[in-house]
């Protein structure tokens, strides 16, 4: 097929597909065709490599079975091994992990880590299991997708509702069924297992590093910049933390059960504990509550959407008031939406720069586990915080030359990466 028959072929795809898996496609043929790829590698480049769909049950509590549904999908793995996150939600269907996957791709690619992308999820709400069914619905999983892992194969780590006891029930698993210890067949584990200094903070330090980046390239001053946080998880508190040590100041947060508004500023540690003590960041002392899709529209410098993908759409892109959106989730924002932000000037860090943190710190674990040998704190920071300085740098590079937004210089850099090692290593047989 030619190219130009490709091009018609493109259009019509994302329509034929599901929403989420819809839009990364979308994402994707937008920059391939302004790069000219050619149609052979944008139909590798369109589908993932592979999908697994596990169905298992699990003894609960009660002594009832349950049969839960897993996913492990593996979308490209020219430049490595697989590498990307597990998460448990009510809400993960295969569409949306090979989304994710996808996006993972492209994120380890634009930071030059040798890894290709992968993602998993079980569908569950483990907000309403016990810490027995937890750990039975994990070690099953694991069980499951066992035939597919691996430190030379694809090395999963936290995601949404996961962590590091997760991650070292996994690793556990696997080892008692090889018959030795395997730290590096996941990454985010605890410290005692194989787990790296760093890796807690690693995403919302990355947000507040790519955000500095921008924020200077802009002729933004920090000091007194207003912050607004959606999703108060890990990588959102850990961003608005470190952002108020750059002299930000956090006016807005939200989590699942709410939202809050402070033009005074709000303490990021004092909301950290209030929300740890009372499960919510509604109720925090000083402030007021907001409708949580109010808080995405506030007057502020810096947006950083840390829960869920497609939080930012045409239907409010236009009423956001923020010039700098620093990505912490995945795929917050739609290529909609994409469209009227830029057209209004907001600077949008992509979410495979600006939450690549995570992964960056992860390859560091990986690359830990395989030598036995670990760095000390400022040593992870320090590696960490020079891969996205250049990387950023790299992209905003193409943005200026190729008169694009941050996105697609972003996606431009990774599927170029991508492709090259796709055509340096031949397609077998």
Not at 19 to 40: H, N, T
Not at 378 to 384: C, L, P, S
Request: hydrophobic share 40%; net charge negative.
């Amino acid at each position: 097929m030619t190219d130009s028959n490709a091009a018609t072929t493109d259009a019509k795809l994302p329509s034929d597909l599901a929403p989420v898996y819809g839009m990364a496609v979308r994402q994707f043929d937008s920059v391939a065709e302004r790069m000219g790829i050619e149609d052979g590698f944008r139909r590798i480049l369109r589908k993932p490599k592979r999908e697994l769909t596990v169905n298992f049950p699990v003894k609960m509590d009660d002594g009832g079975i349950e049969v839960f549904t897993g996913h492990r999908v593996q979308h490209n793995m020219a430049r490595g091994p697989g590498k990307g996150g597990i998460r448990y939600h009510q809400d993960v269907t295969i569409d949306e992990v090979k989304a994710l996957a996808m996006w993972m791709t492209w994120k380890c690619a634009v930071t030059g880590i040798p890894y290709g992308g992968a993602k998993g999820g079980v569908t569950c709400d483990p907000k309403v299991m016990s810490l027995g069914e937890l750990e039975g619905v994990t070690r099953r999983y694991a069980t499951e997708i066992s035939i597919i892992i691996g430190p030379d194969r694809d090395i999963p780590a936290p995601d949404v509702n996961t962590d590091g006891r997760v991650m070292a029930w996994i690793m556990d698993t696997v080892s008692m069924h090889r018959g030795f210890t395997v730290p590096g067949v996941v990454t985010g584990k605890p410290l005692s297992v194989g787990g790296t200094l760093g890796r807690v903070d690693a995403t919302g330090r990355g947000v507040m590093v790519t955000a500095r980046e921008a924020a200077s390239r802009m002729g933004l001053p920090l000091d007194g910049a207003r912050v607004v946080v959606q999703g108060y998880g890990n990588a959102g508190y850990t961003a608005a933390r470190l952002l108020g040590g750059l002299g930000c100041k956090l006016i807005g947060a939200s989590d699942s059960t709410g939202a809050i508004h402070s033009e005074l500023g709000i303490d990021a540690e004092a909301l950290k504990a209030h929300k740890d003590e009372t499960r919510s960041v509604a109720g925090f002392s000083g402030t007021d509550p907001i409708d949580s899709g109010d808080l995405l529209e506030l007057d502020c410098d810096i947006l950083v959407p840390a829960a869920l993908e497609g939080v930012i759409t045409e239907r409010n892109a236009d009423r956001v008031k923020a010039r700098i959106i620093a990505e912490a989730a995945n795929g917050p924002t739609t290529p909609d939406a994409d469209a009227i932000l830029r057209d209004k000037g907001v600077v949008v860090v992509p979410d495979i720069l600006a939450n690549a943190g995570g992964v960056v710190v992860s390859y560091f674990e990986w690359v830990q586990n395989l030598q036995y040998y670990f760095w000390n704190l400022d040593e992870v920071n320090q590696k960490m915080e020079t891969i996205l300085v250049r990387s950023f740098a790299e992209v905003t590079e193409i943005a200026d030359r190729e008169k694009v937004d941050m996105r697609d210089a972003a996606m431009i850099l990774a599927i170029g990466r991508v492709v090259e090692a796709i055509k340096s290593r031949g397609l077998y047989p």
